[in-house]
């Protein structure tokens, strides 16, 4: 089966630059979605088809894909965009595939 | 506008089923797959599978097989999800999700709790 690898943690200071990575063989192939989910609350759409926002997303947020490697990028991130961030893709039948998670810290 | 109402939280014995309910409204049920996730406390999010609410066809991680059984019912316009042969790791919220294009409409989710 298919897997997604993702740092288990990135931490930055209130306006700098975040990127979070996430890696696999399906990446290859098929595009990837990125969810942001705060504690206690359903996850989020920040990012499809590797690097569309979807609307309402702030535009901090951006997508780029490189081979079998995707990158969530948050650009000035603020103390509200501290959260948990998953990386996902629908591999072949449309058997979803989530990254194991970031957490992203801000202060 | 679209909702997923789940059914409430549950504590269940190792080795028991447990059969939870997501109740559709706001657009037409047997349209969209529904797939469901769960999440341990803690953990990442985990899919499960996905049933075809149209034809009731149903398509299930590999991790599942074999205890897992989604079915649904038009008339209430109610997916279900069950998972047999409770283990403790089992506890966890498990959502209900309906995709639309790029758009996610989560239940509120479901916590299963497995203790003896």
């Known amino acids: 089966s298919y897997e997604l690898t993702q740092p288990s943690s990135v931490s930055v200071s209130p306006g700098q630059t975040a990127r979070i990575t996430c890696s696999g063989d399906v990446l290859a192939k098929k595009s990837a979605r990125w969810f942001q989910q705060k504690p206690g609350q359903a996850p989020m759409l920040v990012i499809y088809e590797d690097s569309e926002r979807p609307s309402g997303i702030p535009e901090r947020f951006s997508g780029s894909s490189s081979g079998t490697t995707v990158t969530l990028t948050i650009s000035g991130a603020q103390v509200e965009d501290e959260a948990d961030y998953y990386c996902y893709s629908a591999a072949d039948n449309n058997h979803w595939v989530f990254g194991g998670g970031t957490k992203l810290t801000v202060l | 506008q679209v909702q997923l109402v789940q059914s409430g939280a549950e504590v269940k014995k190792p080795g028991a089923s447990v059969k939870v309910s997501c109740k559709a409204s706001?657009?037409?049920?047997?349209?969209?797959?529904m797939n469901w996730v769960r999440q341990a406390p803690g953990q990442g999010l985990e899919w499960m599978g996905w049933i075809n609410p149209n034809s009731g066809g149903t398509n299930y991680a590999q991790e599942f097989q074999g205890r897992i059984t989604m079915t649904r019912d038009t008339s209430i316009s109610t997916a279900y999800m069950e998972l047999s042969r409770l283990r403790y790791d089992d506890t966890a919220v498990y959502y209900c999700?309906?995709?639309?294009?790029?758009?996610?409409?989560w239940g509120q989710g479901m916590l299963v709790t497995v203790s003896s």
């Open positions: 999700v309906r995709l639309d294009g790029y758009k996610y409409y």
């Open positions: 706001g657009y037409t049920f047997t349209g969209y797959y």
